[in-house]
């Protein structure tokens, strides 16, 4: 009986049908919501001339990624799970018009960086949850960094926050936006510059870097939209 849930969770059929159900929600959410975006000029100034980039969140405000990034900009491929949940994301990200690229969990991924470093000399950025696909929250992976260093490309950092919102009982404490009052969209050039020949101690110190600025734009985030504290 389990094989067979499964089996139903997983075709087409089903991810499909969630999928545009949650792309619905998504579309509905922004077009209710007054935002204030800032950094995207400048992001989509580099874009548009030429560089790819690589987007870095937290896991935890993956639920507006998917505005976070207009096709029009330029291409891109987002980095999820192969995992089902990670799957589902890639599915929603398709239907905003992003590819996808599944990474595989707790193995070697030498094949998807070499395919990371392919799309970048193509002119296509990523983005991907930098302390995912399992946590711990908020807690950066030295991943964006060894990417950086392979293609050259620069690290963008985005967060989103919003007045009215839910936490989810998932491992990131996901920040559910609710429809109405207003919203935040920051995008920030992170100003590190990663070497192409990195010791180990060189990259956890750019890690962790990392790590602390986009928690400081996270919180810079929810503090325009009224929050004392980071949400999650």
Same mark, same amino acid.
């Given at each position: 009986?389990?094989?067979? @849930?499964?089996?139903?969770?997983? &075709?087409?059929?089903?991810?499909?049908?969630?999928?545009?159900?949650?792309?619905?929600?998504?579309?509905?959410?922004?077009?209710?919501?007054?935002?204030?975006?800032?950094?995207?000029?400048?992001?989509?100034?580099?874009?548009r001339?030429?560089?790819?980039?690589?987007? $870095? @969140?937290?896991?935890?405000?993956?639920?507006? $990624?998917?505005?976070?990034?207009?096709?029009?900009?330029?291409?891109?491929?987002?980095?999820?799970?192969?995992?089902r949940?990670?799957?589902?994301?890639?599915?929603?990200?398709?239907? #905003?018009?992003?590819?996808?690229?599944?990474?595989?969990?707790?193995?070697?991924?030498?094949?998807?960086?070499?395919?990371?470093?392919?799309?970048?000399?193509?002119?296509?950025?990523?983005? #991907?949850?930098? /302390?995912?696909?399992?946590?711990?929250?908020?807690? $950066?992976? &030295?991943?964006?960094?060894?990417?950086?260093?392979?293609?050259?490309?620069?690290?963008?950092? #985005?967060?989103?926050?919003?007045?009215?919102?839910?936490?989810?009982? &998932?491992?990131?404490? @996901?920040?559910?936006?609710?429809?109405?009052?207003?919203?935040?969209? @920051?995008?920030?050039?992170?100003?590190?510059?990663?070497?192409?020949?990195?010791?180990? /101690?060189?990259?956890?110190?750019?890690?962790?870097?990392?790590?602390a /600025?986009? /928690?400081?734009?996270?919180?810079?985030?929810?503090?325009?939209?009224?929050?004392?504290?980071?949400?999650?």
């Open positions: 009986m389990q094989r067979r @849930l499964e089996a139903l969770a997983d &075709s087409p059929a089903v991810t499909g049908a969630a999928a545009n159900l949650i792309t619905w929600y998504l579309r509905r959410l922004h077009a209710r919501t007054e935002w204030t975006i800032h950094g995207d000029d400048e992001l989509i100034a580099e874009v001339g030429g560089q790819p980039v690589i987007m $870095a @969140l937290w896991h935890g405000r993956l639920a507006l $990624a998917p505005k976070g990034w207009d096709p029009a900009w330029g291409p891109i491929c987002i980095v999820t799970s192969s995992a949940p990670g799957r589902m994301v890639g599915r929603v990200m398709q239907c #905003f018009g992003m590819d996808t690229l599944p990474m595989r969990d707790r193995k070697s991924n030498t094949a998807t960086s070499l395919q990371v470093a392919r799309m970048a000399k193509e002119g296509k950025s990523m983005g #991907f949850a930098i /302390d995912g696909p399992e946590g711990p929250a908020r807690i $950066a992976k &030295s991943v964006p960094v060894d990417w950086a260093r392979l293609t050259g490309c620069p690290i963008w950092l #985005f967060t989103f926050s919003v007045e009215r919102y839910r936490l989810l009982g &998932s491992w990131d404490k @996901l920040a559910l936006p609710r429809p109405g009052g207003r919203g935040v969209i @920051l995008y920030r050039r992170w100003q590190e510059v990663v070497p192409k020949r990195l010791d180990e /101690d060189t990259r956890e110190m750019l890690r962790g870097r990392l790590q /600025d986009l /928690d400081a734009l996270t919180r810079e985030a929810d503090r325009m939209c009224g929050h004392a504290e980071q949400i999650n």
